[in-house]
């Protein structure tokens, strides 16, 4: 299960947070092997997390959840599109 919530923020100084990356021997390979735009990687093994993925990780489902950090518009109306870094949010795309 791959969850994309919250990457639209990404910036020089972020990191790209992938949590489950130990719920497939496959994955944590994988993500250094494929990370040629060259993303500062912070990975958490777990599969526990407020969003989206939880429910099939409680199901023994591999999941990724990435996420390129908080921000002070989370969740107000000031969070609009014009704040997306559209570029940084390509490249998660197409890494992922």
Do not use: C
């Amino acid at each position: 299960m791959l969850n994309l919530d919250m990457v639209g923020r990404l910036n020089a100084e972020s990191n790209l947070t992938i949590i489950g990356a130990g719920t497939s021997s496959k994955w944590k390979e994988l993500l250094n092997q494929k990370n040629s735009y060259g993303f500062k990687l912070s990975m958490s093994d777990g599969g526990s997390g407020g969003s989206d993925h939880q429910a099939f990780s409680n199901k023994n489902i591999p999941v990724l959840f990435f996420f390129s950090g908080t921000h002070s518009d989370y969740h107000k109306p000031t969070d609009d599109v014009d704040k997306i870094n559209i570029i940084g949010e390509e490249k998660i795309l197409k890494y992922v």
